[in-house]
């Protein structure tokens, strides 16, 4: 078992920045990869970034790409969510994820693994 637990959500302006975070605990975090997804309203949940066990690869959604960024601590038992530049359009609850395999994913079914979420709210 592996519990996650998010934290780092909030209400900010557009164009301001935030970083989420989640701590790990239960099996060897480092033997996991993991992702951040995201839902907003009315919408289905969508990847956001993924990265692997080891951290040397990495992935993220396209509506993202130049702003967000994922890294781990593994000593931590920690993966964050850098985002910056935010639009309202990112407003949704953030979740983070894990897989049971040192190689990302790109989608929900391949993670066993979820937190409880986050609220991030972009106001324009």
């Known amino acids: 078992q592996v519990q996650l637990v998010e934290s780092g959500g909030g209400l900010v302006q557009a164009g301001a920045s935030l970083r989420l975070s989640c701590a790990a605990s239960?099996?060897?975090?480092?033997?996991?990869?993991m992702g951040w997804f995201r839902q907003a309203p009315g919408k289905e949940r969508e990847i956001v970034a993924g990265?692997?066990?080891?951290?040397?690869?990495?992935y993220y959604a396209d509506s993202v790409k130049g702003r967000f960024t994922i890294s781990r601590d593994n000593a931590k038992n920690t993966v964050y969510l850098q985002m910056n530049t935010l639009k309202p359009e990112d407003t949704a609850v953030y979740y983070c994820?894990?897989?049971?395999?040192?190689?990302?994913?790109?989608?929900?079914?391949?993670?066993?693994?979820w937190g409880q979420g986050t609220q991030v709210t972009v106001s324009s």
């Open positions: 994820a894990a897989r049971a395999s040192t190689v990302l994913g790109i989608v929900g079914g391949e993670y066993a693994y």
């Open positions: 239960g099996r060897t975090f480092g033997r996991y990869a």
């Open positions: 990265i692997s066990w080891s951290g040397g690869s990495k």
